[in-house]
């Protein structure tokens, strides 16, 4: 297996345009979390899915982010308008019974 | 909210010394995990331990879960340039939910 695929790997982007982040789980794993990390806040847990369904999205910071998992092998975080202070590194991760394994992340930059 | 705080935040040391790292929380996990990450990558496990007093070697690494499984410490013996990185703590809920700590961030100097 490949591992966890995100997409893009960098993004970079103006105030209030709209960003779309992708992500490719592990074939078979049945949970997905997506992550932001910046140095300030750490890695902080943003929503989880469970079988595709959102189960905690207490993370989410405000409307402006939303996340979709249509299916078991995609999902999207969306930013809608994106602002400067959403710059960060976004991580995908997904695991089975306990390990999470994660991708390499996208890089977001917004000017 | 469940909350994890690792200390030290930051460590320098010289090559061939020994490091304790710590992960405190209030509340009780199902099991926690320890990661390590490197520049431009995502973080990689290392560990889980799951039962309370638990301890698990990885070579030089030592890990150790508390008795009443809200804290655990990861011990290195003679760090080794290669083991510059961050590690991270993690904590895993019951309904599945992982939560990290804020990191400590390792530099060992040959």
């Known amino acids: 297996d490949a591992g966890v695929i995100q997409s893009p790997r960098h993004e970079v982007t103006e105030m209030g345009q709209e960003v779309t982040l992708r992500c490719k789980p592990i074939?078979?794993?049945?949970?997905l979390f997506w992550y932001r990390q910046t140095m300030m806040r750490g890695l902080e847990l943003l929503i989880y899915?469970?079988?595709?369904?959102?189960?905690?999205d207490s993370g989410m910071p405000e409307d402006r982010f939303s996340a979709k998992m249509p299916n078991a092998s995609f999902s999207t975080l969306k930013i809608q308008p994106s602002e400067p202070r959403d710059s960060a590194v976004y991580f995908c991760?997904?695991?089975?019974?306990?390990?999470?394994?994660f991708g390499q992340g996208t890089r977001l930059t917004v000017v | 909210t469940q909350l994890l705080e690792q200390s030290p935040q930051f460590l320098s040391i010289q090559e061939g010394e020994n490091l304790t790292v710590y992960c405190n929380s209030s509340?009780?996990?199902?099991?926690l995990q320890w990661y390590r990450q490197e520049p431009g990558e995502g973080p990689v496990l290392l560990v889980t331990?799951?039962?309370?007093?638990e301890v698990k070697k990885l070579k030089r690494l030592t890990f150790q879960f508390g008795d009443a499984r809200k804290d655990s410490s990861l011990h290195i013996t003679a760090a080794q340039p290669g083991d510059t990185g961050l590690y991270l703590c993690?904590?895993?809920?019951?309904?599945?939910?992982?939560?990290f700590g804020q990191g400590t961030e390792l530099s060992v100097k040959p």
């Open positions: 991760a997904s695991s089975l019974i306990a390990e999470a394994f």
């Open positions: 074939s078979g794993h049945n949970s």
């Open positions: 899915f469970n079988n595709n369904v959102p189960i905690d």
């Open positions: 509340s009780v996990f199902s099991s």
């Open positions: 331990v799951v039962t309370g007093g």
């Open positions: 993690a904590g895993v809920s019951p309904k599945g939910k992982l939560i």
